[in-house]
């Protein structure tokens, strides 16, 4: 089992950045494939990015492919989530996930075990 401690959002204007982190409890970190999602007010939960256990592979929403980014240090039980070019449609909680399913990068949240928190992202225009 797996605890996630999603931080870094806030506020930031239209063309800024923000790096998110997830803190992960557990000797067992290196084994999950590892996801960022968001939701926004009335939207269902989205996906935004997956790196697969060892982090040789990637996955991105083609809304956030070129300005975003997801790695992670096992050594520190750590997820980033690198933010570029932020809009104003990138407003939302964001979430980290974590799943043993599979080797490969999962881009559905029912494939997820765990979740984080959130962490909210604001993003004036």
């Known amino acids: 089992q797996v605890q996630l401690v999603e931080s870094g959002g806030g506020l930031v204007q239209a063309g800024g950045s923000l790096r998110l982190s997830c803190a992960a409890s557990g000797r067992t970190f290196s084994t999950y494939n590892m996801g960022w999602f968001r939701q926004a007010p009335g939207k269902e939960r989205e996906f935004v990015a997956a790196?697969?256990?060892?982090?040789?592979?990637?996955y991105y929403a083609d809304s956030v492919k070129g300005r975003f980014t997801i790695s992670r240090d096992n050594a520190k039980n750590t997820v980033y989530l690198q933010m570029n070019s932020l809009k104003p449609e990138d407003t939302a909680v964001y979430y980290c996930?974590?799943?043993?399913?599979?080797?490969?990068?999962?881009?559905?949240?029912?494939?997820?075990?765990?979740w984080g928190q959130g962490t909210q992202v604001t993003v004036s225009s």
């Open positions: 996930a974590a799943t043993l399913r599979g080797s490969s990068p999962r881009a559905a949240p029912a494939e997820y075990d765990y």
């Open positions: 790196i697969s256990w060892g982090g040789r592979s990637t």
